[in-house]
């Protein structure tokens, strides 16, 4: 396939080199997306649409649970519940995951009272405005209360960032079939100046009993 250069061109070993950046979009080389910091005014309606879209067309109880998995899905990391259901996983809830819900709340607002309900706009400020990103972490243990006193920390490369809080993690719930007996989870907030939303990195949680949960996280893939 030949390229057309729209500016001058050099050539290299009889290719011509079109001198634009832009012709690397055109042949594959997509930009990068993560986390969002910093979201417009435009950006965060879209994001309250693109939650409130998939539960106006939900029809069934099963449709909107259906819904809400999948929405639970798209900020998670670490383990697939399905496919493993005691791996380490988080869910990040970032502020676009907490725009979409908003969304979402529209939407059953609007089925329930028969007429368009929307989020006041101080509300949709205030998340545009939240310094820090809520991070939820289910694992597994042993123990019913494996998951007290539990610690968190985010590492990117050799750079280690502490939570600017954790919370109290939830008594243990009882599995289904095989493996350890019970599950927890707990949340942790870090603050988004502290970290860098662009690259991947290692959420490392370290246990009472000495125990260590690795969950990798690729914040490239999330928004």
Known sequence: ????????????????????????????????????????????????????????????????KKVLQQASMITRVGADPEKDPCGASAILRTKRYRLEAFGRQEAAESKKRKTEVRMPEEFIKKVMDMPNMEIEVQLCGDDEYFAEGALIELQQGSKKIKPVDIGKAERGRKNEGSGPVYRSRFTALFAYEKFDPTVSSVFVVNLQDGTEARIVADFSKVK
């Open 1 to 64: 396939m030949s390229v057309r250069c729209l500016t001058s061109a050099t050539r290299i070993g009889g290719v011509a080199i079109c001198a634009i950046a832009g012709l690397l979009t055109v042949v594959g080389l997509q930009p990068v997306f993560a986390i969002d910091v910093k979201l417009s005014v435009e950006e965060a309606q879209k994001a309250l649409g693109a939650g409130r879209a998939p539960l106006e067309k939900a029809n069934t109880p099963e449709e909107v």
